[in-house]
């Protein structure tokens, strides 16, 4: 059997391994929903990205099917403004966002003379011809913060067009290694003259910069209801190629989204944990997390709605839970949470019991940055 050669232009740590800091770049992951309005700041569909919005007009934010034709992907975020604001006030703004934790950057080995030269592709698609979008780059560090912009213009309207921006790593200051979000990339959407009215766009990684340099020349979304905004296919990756996007399968995707976010969501008839009663006054159980949270998550229980949207025992109880506590560790005996309810009926000290979630009922876990 004769041997293939391996083409040396192929062979480069840009080409092999895992190479995209984002993740859920091609919005494979909705946890909580695929569609929302969106009038304040929050995660509310595919995971990861956050909507960020101060006073400028309102939004849908949605996962939708339209996307670049022969490029695999199958989602994309769809922004659509809904109710318009084309006179911005001078601190209004609109930003979506990810934040990438400090511990998934060093190998950048920002702050040293080694420091690593960056490359962001995306695929976008606007209504509008001819308007100029920024995205910025925020190192977080505790130590000071250091950030550039860059633009980029829509060449057609409705038209996915895929951007590609490089950028120097900076040799000064070091991305912390902490689960806290070290890099912050902003998608600039609407901004008021508090970050638009300076002379000129911040574009090389600065501290101490002046906020009205951040956006300067960004088209305002929030001055139609017509207005849309698609984008997929969000790739940062160490050095000055942007290679083919990195399409992971979407259990990996959903594994590392669950590091920030997990939805344990109601089953009809099945329980979401087994516990026991304690005295004769309520049932408590535990759950674990599919996998560990960045931190000590906050946990948040959905309330009964509907007859069919229901929380209920083994027993004859029922009502809403609340949560006892939180842990988090190493091994998964000790990723849980504890949930309560003094809301019962028939219950002994130490009986079997357990909770069961019914139709939308549902735990959120939440450790997002």
Not at 216 to 241: C, M, P, R, V, W
Not at 311 to 333: A, E, F, N, V, Y
Request: net charge negative; with cysteine; glycine share 10%.
């Amino acid at each position: 059997m004769a041997l293939t050669k391996v083409d040396q232009t192929m062979v480069s740590d840009q080409v092999f391994g895992r190479r995209n800091l984002f993740i859920n770049g091609e919005m494979q992951v909705a946890q909580r929903g695929v569609t929302a309005s969106q009038t304040s700041t929050g995660f509310k569909t595919v995971d990861r990205w956050e909507f960020v919005i101060n006073s400028a007009g309102a939004y849908t934010v949605s996962r939708d099917t339209d996307t670049p034709s022969g490029e695999g992907f199958i989602y994309s975020q769809k922004i659509q403004c809904t109710s318009a604001d084309s006179s911005l006030a001078a601190g209004d703004y609109v930003i979506w966002r990810q934040k990438i934790e400090g511990i998934n950057l060093q190998q950048l080995k920002y702050g040293t003379s080694s420091a690593e030269k960056l490359t962001l592709s995306f695929w976008v698609k606007h209504s509008n011809a001819g308007q100029t979008f920024i995205v910025e780059f925020y190192n977080n560090n505790s130590a000071g913060i250091k950030l550039q912009s860059q633009s980029y213009t829509i060449s057609s309207a409705n038209t996915w067009e895929k951007k590609t921006i490089t950028i120097d790593g900076d040799t000064a200051l070091a991305f912390q290694n902490t689960t806290d979000g070290e890099l912050l990339m902003y998608w600039w959407l609407a901004a008021g003259s508090n970050y638009t009215g300076g002379a000129s766009l911040n574009t090389s990684w600065n501290s101490g910069v002046a906020n009205n340099t951040r956006a300067k020349g960004q088209f305002n979304l929030s001055n139609s209801s017509s207005n849309n905004f698609y984008i997929t296919g969000i790739q940062l990756e160490a050095g000055d190629k942007a290679t083919p996007f990195e399409h992971r399968p979407y259990n990996q995707e959903l594994i590392e989204c669950r590091r920030y976010f997990e939805r344990k969501q109601a089953k009809q008839n099945v329980f979401l944990t087994i516990g026991q009663a304690y005295t004769t006054s309520g049932v408590y159980g535990t759950f674990d997390y599919q996998v560990e949270k960045r931190n000590t998550p906050s946990i948040s229980i959905s309330a009964e709605g509907s007859s069919g949207d229901v929380w209920s025992w083994l027993t004859t109880g029922g009502g809403t839970p609340s949560t006892i506590g939180t842990t988090t560790g190493h091994t998964m005996s000790t990723w849980n949470a504890r949930l309560q309810s003094t809301d019962y009926g028939g219950l002994t000290d130490d009986s079997p019991s357990g909770f069961y979630a019914h139709g939308t009922c549902h735990v959120d876990i939440d450790a997002e940055l």
